[in-house]
């Protein structure tokens, strides 16, 4: 199973977010200051939704903040190969995009693929079958 939902409860600043992608489960503390509840999920539905129907790459963001005060995000990049999906929990660091930041772009800052890091230490990886995603509602 490939999926990621918000769970009941939340502050005014912060939800959780639980994500499951086959036997792994994390919760991710969601910051809700800049992007809210319907937001997240409109992103999760269309990145899922995108690598369920065929696209090569897509993300999902746990954690986006105002990119115009914000050093980085929190996410977890996919990418599709054949019929396996790869995801990868990363820091996507601001001042590593060269151009504007586009929010409704993010594919494009997704990296080429790698499973080590420079000094050979092996990135830490799940992978899944494509049929094993869950496509969340996305919010009207």
């Given at each position: 199973m ?10 005014p ?10 036997g792994?489960?994390?919760?991710a503390?969601?910051?809700?200051q ?13 990145a899922l ?5 065929g ?12 990119p115009?005060?914000a050093?980085?995000l ?5 990418w ?8 990868q929990n ?9 151009e504007?930041f ?19 230490e092996?990135?830490?990886?799940w992978?899944v ?12």
């Amino acid at each position: 199973m490939l999926s990621i939902e918000l769970l009941p409860g939340q502050t005014p600043r912060t939800a959780n977010a639980e994500i499951i992608i086959g036997g792994h489960k994390e919760t991710a503390e969601v910051p809700l200051q800049y992007w809210r509840r319907d937001r997240y999920r409109k992103q999760w539905h269309d990145a899922l939704q995108g690598i369920a129907s065929g696209k090569l790459t897509g993300c999902l963001i746990t954690a986006m903040y105002d990119p115009r005060s914000a050093n980085f995000l929190m996410w977890w990049p996919m990418w599709r190969v054949g019929d396996t999906v790869f995801v990868q929990n990363q820091i996507l660091f601001m001042d590593k995009i060269r151009e504007g930041f586009d929010e409704e772009g993010l594919e494009r800052y997704i990296p080429k693929r790698t499973t080590t890091t420079s000094e050979g230490e092996r990135i830490s990886e799940w992978s899944v079958s494509v049929k094993d995603i869950v496509v969340p509602k996305a919010d009207k």
